[in-house]
Nanobody, 122 residues
Framework: QVQPVESGGELVQAGGSLRLSCTAS????????MGWFRQAPGKEREFVAA????????NYADSVKGRFTLSRDNAKNTVYLQMNKLKLEDTAVYYC???????????????WGQGTQVIVSS
């Protein structure tokens, strides 16, 4: 069982930057991908970005391309989501999850963290 844990969410001004972290404990070798999703109040959970543990495969939602960047530290079992030029609409609870394939669908991820709140203020 792989258990992801998110951290780094906080209140930030529009235009600012924030870095989220997701550390996975357990048998991470059994899961090839770490994905980030977000859920704003009253909205469905949506895909943000995903990265494979091996290689350089990444995938980003159109809404964050050019602003958000994924990186990983395999030795620490940690994936980072660098968020720049934050917008009000980026406000949400951000979740990370592990899965076997690089996908934008929540159904392809089977271990989820508890989430970390990001609030972007004007």
């Amino acid at each position: 069982q792989v258990q992801p844990v998110e951290s780094g969410g906080e209140l930030v001004q529009a235009g600012g930057s924030l870095r989220l972290s997701c550390t996975a404990s357990g048998r991470t070798c059994s899961r090839k991908v770490m994905g980030w999703f977000r859920q704003a109040p009253g909205k469905e959970r949506e895909f943000v970005a995903a990265i494979g543990w091996i290689g350089s495969s990444t995938n980003y939602a159109d809404s964050v391309k050019g602003r958000f960047t994924l990186s990983r530290d395999n030795a620490k079992n940690t994936v980072y989501l660098q968020m720049n030029k934050l917008k009000l609409e980026d406000t949400a609870v951000y979740y990370c999850a592990t899965g076997p394939v690089l996908s934008a669908s929540t159904s392809h991820y089977d271990s989820w963290g508890q989430g970390t709140q990001v609030i972007v203020s004007s």
